[in-house]
């Protein structure tokens, strides 16, 4: 008698069959296969071009079977539109990180939004530069010590944590833009939806789409990876509440069923 | 005349880069080179193409990115300070061997300077004002003609090379309105499997600068590269040479210094000296054994720059002991003029020095 076995759970398609150089507990690995995992029920992973950023996701476009281009520090969604306005009808994806989207790239950051680029832009926050050993990020915690912040961070001397959301929130053209986490299995949930949302208003060519996603890094923030889930939980949220900030396309059905 | 346009200089190269197939120009405003993003806006907007004002060179120089890896043509213009900041980017463009071009309409320096035209940005166009051991290839156009025929030639060296092509304009020729002819697009087509558009129905494509693994990764993409220069530099050699067979004198100049310098070669010839105008028309690769050849039959050799000592380092190299190589340089919007050339060759002839260190 045979006994045939059925793989509960198995690498999703979209995501390569390579070995890992994110460190144990980091929340990159469950970002990017929750991107594959949409990018193949979407139907779009043929045509996906994915910008990696510098920092520790600039080997993103190792992990998921689509096309990638490499940024500089801080560009990935000026080269998105240039790659995005040359390809209309391709799905262009900057994933990017806190020092990358805040600090060096502010800018490109404002502008691609404000242009409203057909663009979606995923925004790892893990509150300091990781790839470069746990320097100060512009989303720091008040108090938080990094290797750039011993004593702390003290918004008075260095800055107060800046809100992405909040600030993209203000502008006139984005889409869609939404704050998650992935420091628990219900989190990971919501956060696959937002990128399954902010995804197919790009395939429908609806508009700019920006999801912040609150992320763990044990290594630099020098806690277990359980205790790191939960440093979101506790002090993360705090400062970073998880919220749906915009969804346009929603709202024009709601109030559309209204009238 | 017939078929002739009169054009400004930055509006017959924006044109030119219509003619070649460019649909993709990103820019951010900087004098003296603003016509050209006023004539794109206009004109990508006739034909269905793309013009974004930028938010900075920076960000323009990585659109332009952006839209290479996309396999599109794809230009950005700028002027010195504005270049300065491209830097970052043309080095990623160089690493990761994308075409585009580029357009230095050049100002005085350092820093803010001026807004009247120069030579200063030579270093900085030839030597690679970015990280990295990487080369551009460098056009240096002399009239509204040749900024037209310069732009078509760059997008098809860049594409045949898979690198960054600058055209190196300073502000007076960028400026000036001239007759012209304008090109006709010429139908070449380049093959970019090196794309990326999606990895449906082939493996993917990855354009990346990161070469991390194995150790080595990193020496052989450079040792790639400089084969690549090696071939740039067998292949593409461009220069004018003016009234240079007998002469006893060589002027060596680009650009607005060059057409000066043509006029003190006529001038001089009816004053009974000998003189000639080398007129590298790329300035990298620099046309050195040419320059050389010519070194072996003059006496001596003038460089005239808008510049104060930069073109000469090349056309010593080239020169190589041949000769005695003489200097006159202008700098910060100044222009050499007809007098000056002319008395520094005849000052130079009656002082008979006998050892020259200009730079």
């Known amino acids: 008698m045979s006994i045939k076995t059925i793989p509960m759970y198995r690498r999703p398609e979209g995501l390569s069959d390579v070995r890992t150089h994110y460190c144990p507990g980091c929340g990159h690995g469950i970002i990017h296969k929750l991107i594959a995992e949409v990018l193949v029920e ?64 502010v800018g490109e950051t404002v502008h691609a939004a404000n242009r409203g680029e057909k663009i979606t832009v995923f925004f790892v926050n893990n509150a300091n530069y990781g790839m470069t050993g746990g320097q100060m990020a512009p989303t720091s915690l008040e108090g938080q010590k990094t290797t750039t912040t011993p004593h702390g961070r003290d ?43 902010a995804l197919s208003y790009q395939k429908e060519g609806i508009g700019y789409s920006f999801v912040e996603i609150l992320s763990m890094c044990p290594t630099n923030w020098g806690v277990e990876p359980a205790t790191a889930a939960e440093w979101i939980k506790t002090d993360m949220l705090k400062s970073f509440p998880l919220k749906k900030f915009r969804d346009r396309p929603m709202e024009a059905a709601v109030e559309k069923e209204a009238s | 005349m017939l078929g002739k346009v009169l054009m400004k200089g930055n509006e017959a190269l924006a044109e030119a880069a219509l003619i070649a197939g460019c649909r993709h120009y990103f820019a951010y405003p900087i004098t003296p ?33 952006g839209a290479s890896a996309g396999g599109v043509r794809t230009m950005t213009s700028s002027s010195s300070p504005g270049m300065a900041l491209k830097q970052e980017g043309i080095s990623y463009l160089a690493g990761a061997e994308l075409p585009c071009v580029l ?129 740039i530099t067998e292949e593409v050699r461009h220069v004018d040479e003016y009234r240079c067979e007998d002469a006893e004198w060589l002027i060596v100049a680009y650009g607005a210094a060059a057409r000066v310098a043509r006029k003190a070669v006529d001038s001089l010839r009816t004053g009974g000296t000998r003189v000639g105008l080398f007129r590298p028309l790329s300035l990298w690769p620099f046309p050195d054994r040419e320059l050389n050849e010519f070194a072996k039959e003059v006496e001596k050799v003038l460089t005239v720059e808008m510049s104060l000592g930069q073109l000469i380092e090349d056309v010593k ?33 009656h002082q008979d020095h006998t050892h020259v260190q200009a730079s």
């Open chain 1, 42 to 105: 979407l139907d779009i992973i043929g045509k996906t071009i994915i910008i990696a950023p510098v920092g520790c996701s600039v080997l993103a476009y190792k992990y998921i079977e689509v096309d990638g281009l490499e940024a500089a520090h801080g560009r990935a969604p000026a080269v998105a539109t240039g790659l995005k306005r040359a390809l209309p009808n391709r799905i262009v994806i900057s994933y990017q990180g806190d020092g990358d989207l805040l600090a060096i790239g």
């Open chain 1, 155 to 197: 918004g008075t001397e260095v800055g107060y944590p800046i809100r992405a959301c909040e600030l993209i929130d203000t502008l006139v053209a984005p889409a869609y833009i939404e704050r998650t986490s992935v420091h628990n299995p219900g989190a990971v949930k919501k956060t696959k939806k937002a990128i399954l949302k």
């Open chain 2, 33 to 65: 080179q603003n016509e050209i993003p006023v004539y794109m806006a206009r004109r990508m907007a006739e034909l269905g193409g793309t013009f974004i004002q930028a938010e900075s060179e920076l960000a323009a120089i990585s659109m332009v990115m």
């Open chain 2, 103 to 231: 357009v230095n309409v050049m100002r005085g320096g350092p820093g803010l300077g001026g807004i009247a035209g120069s030579q200063g940005d030579y270093f900085q166009a030839t030597r690679g004002g970015g990280n990295g051991d990487y080369r551009t290839i460098v056009l240096a156009p002399g009239n509204a003609q040749e900024l037209a025929d310069f732009t078509v030639d760059a997008f098809d060296l860049a594409d045949e090379y898979r690198i960054p092509v600058l055209i190196l304009v300073d502000g007076y020729l960028g400026q000036m309105s001239e007759p012209l002819t304008l090109p006709k697009p010429n139908g070449k087509k380049f093959e970019k499997s090196w794309a990326v558009r999606g990895s449906e129905g082939k493996s993917k494509n990855i354009i990346a600068s990161l070469r991390l693994v194995p150790d080595s990764a990193l020496e052989v993409h450079n040792l790639h590269l400089q084969d690549k220069y090696e071939k």
């Open chain 2, 317 to 349: 190299l080239s020169v190589n002991g041949e000769a005695e190589v003489d200097f006159y340089g202008r700098a910060g919007g100044a222009v050499p003029t007809l007098d000056d050339i002319i008395g520094r060759i005849y000052s130079y002839e």
